[in-house]
């Protein structure tokens, strides 16, 4: 495994990726509105903000890429996702608030996680080797079948709690309308 290779900034970011990992399972299976889920989630959005920034500064010497490459403007889009996100979280009311909160922050989720996907091939040596062994035409790992379904995997469960969290939405916001509209008695 490669671990001494990773400088200051680089523990930082995977400090703050392992916290929002760490949080995000717990936010997205709380009650939602309660004060544990909101606590959690500032945790969760503080370490995406630093994972990210942090990100910014991180230059890998990855051949054939650019100093600034994919992986910084990724970082840019997840701290988009986020900040979008909790914008949407102080807006409830209104059904883009409703709605746009549960898909930007699963979204970020979904950059955080393929990340974590790309790191542990790129260093864990023995899942690595597999990947390569598996694919003798590749000559990257992420040219790789198995790195392309692990991140594939990551996606579709992506999109099932997207379409899970978003359908929560509907039906709270269904049973206010209902409420809202019963006679009183």
Known sequence: MRLFDISVLGWIHSA??????????????????????RTLGYWYVGSMVIANVTALGLFAPIEGLPAFNM?????????LFIGLGVWA???????????GHPVMMVLSFYMLAGGAVNEAFSRIGALREA??????WAHTIAQTRMLGMA????MLLAFVMMVWLVAGVARTRARRRRMHLAPAE
């Open 16 to 37: 703050a990726c392992m916290v929002a990992l760490i949080a995000a399972p717990f936010v997205f299976a709380l009650r939602k509105g309660t004060r544990r889920h």
């Open 71 to 79: 992986f910084h403007w990724m970082a840019i889009a997840t701290l």
């Open 89 to 99: 979280a102080r807006n409830q009311r209104a059904w883009l608030g409703a709605y």
């Open 131 to 136: 990947a390569m062994a598996g694919s003798p």
């Open 151 to 154: 991140q594939g995997s990551t």
